[in-house]
């Protein structure tokens, strides 16, 4: 007959015939064994919820956004400039100037690529200050946008006042009154006046190094009502970018 240290001694993990209940087996195995993470908890590659899309799909967005941007800044370059040349606003030389449109050949390049930068920098701004855009968010409202702005510039090369001022003063009416119709953001209106000066001490060192000229400057070496044209370009193509970046994922982040 089995004496008690006997038990005792079984019990603290020697060999015995009595096994423990299944139950406990599997609990045991649980509490050992990692449990394996939802997959609808987890992102794609592995990562946590909340990350967002795949970082290529994410990064294949962005590439569409800037090329479709970088396209609509050359195309308006290029007929904008046109108005510009016909009107003999802007003077190019002659050896700079290209067979396209009769314009010189880095304008488009040069608009397509701040196009790009301006469009991805506004929905990027409204989301980082928290306040994302929604006033008047559909593609109708934007092609109007486009086409008040090339009126404002259209304006600017042939209306006649009696002097720079009048202009100037009318077409930054009319550059405010698009932002308050389509935008009415404080990011659009501060990206807005910001891109609109940075442009305007660009464009007066290009002019003082004599890459082109402005027939009868009256702002240093440029027109004064160009600040105007940036401001509403900026304006226009914010709202270009938001509206492409509509649906699109969110950027990926690691945490």
């Given at each position: 007959?089995?004496?008690?240290?006997?038990?005792?001694?079984?019990?603290?993990?020697?060999?015995?015939?009595?096994?423990p209940?299944?139950?406990?087996?599997?609990?045991?195995?649980?509490?050992?064994?990692?449990?394996?993470?939802?997959?609808?908890?987890?992102?794609?590659?592995?990562?946590?919820?909340?990350?967002?899309?795949?970082?290529?799909?994410?990064?294949?967005?962005?590439?569409?956004?800037?090329?479709?941007?970088?396209?609509?800044?050359?195309?308006?370059?290029?007929?904008?400039?046109?108005l510009?040349?016909?009107?003999n606003?802007?003077?190019?030389?002659?050896?700079?100037?290209?067979?396209?449109?009769?314009?010189?050949?880095?304008?488009?390049?040069?608009?397509?690529?701040?196009?790009?930068?301006?469009?991805?920098?506004?929905?990027?701004?409204?989301?980082?200050?928290?306040?994302?855009?929604?006033?008047?968010?559909?593609?109708?409202?934007?092609?109007?946008?486009?086409?008040?702005?090339?009126?404002?510039?259209?304006?600017?090369?042939?209306?006649?006042?009696?002097n720079?001022?009048?202009?100037?003063?009318?077409?930054?009416?009319?550059?405010?009154?698009?932002?308050?119709?389509?935008?009415?953001?404080?990011?659009?209106?501060?990206?807005?006046?910001?891109?609109?000066?940075?442009?305007?001490?660009?464009?007066?060192?290009?002019?003082?190094?004599?890459?082109?000229?402005?027939?009868?400057p009256?702002?240093?070496?440029?027109?004064?009502?160009?600040?105007?044209?940036?401001?509403?370009?900026?304006?226009?193509?914010?709202?270009?970018?938001?509206?492409?970046?509509?649906?699109?994922?969110?950027?990926?982040?690691?945490?």
């Open positions: 007959m089995p004496r008690l240290h006997d038990h005792l001694w079984s019990c603290a993990g020697a060999p015995t015939h009595l096994s209940p299944r139950g406990m087996i599997a609990a045991a195995r649980r509490l050992q064994t990692p449990a394996a993470p939802d997959p609808a908890l987890r992102g794609p590659r592995g990562g946590a919820a909340g990350c967002g899309a795949r970082p290529g799909s994410w990064h294949h967005h962005l590439v569409q956004r800037s090329l479709v941007l970088f396209s609509v800044g050359v195309v308006l370059a290029l007929v904008l400039n046109l510009q040349i016909q009107r606003v802007t003077l190019f030389p002659d050896e700079v100037i290209a067979t396209i449109f009769s314009s010189a050949w880095w304008v488009p390049p040069c608009c397509g690529t701040a196009a790009a930068v301006v469009g991805l920098l506004y929905p990027c701004i409204d989301s980082h200050l928290g306040e994302p855009h929604k006033f008047k968010r559909e593609w109708a409202s934007v092609m109007r946008c486009i086409a008040v702005f090339v009126g404002i510039n259209h304006a600017s090369a042939k209306l006649d006042f009696a720079n001022v009048q202009l100037s003063l009318t077409l930054a009416a009319l550059s405010l009154g698009l932002w308050w119709t389509f935008d009415r953001s404080r990011s659009g209106l501060g990206l807005g006046i910001t891109i609109a000066f940075l442009a305007t001490l660009i464009t007066q060192f290009l002019v003082y190094n004599g890459v082109y000229q402005y027939t009868s009256d702002f240093l070496y440029i027109r004064s009502w160009l600040p105007c044209i940036f401001f509403s370009g900026g304006v226009t193509v914010g709202n270009i970018g938001r509206q492409l970046a509509m649906g699109v994922p969110e950027k990926p982040h690691s945490d």
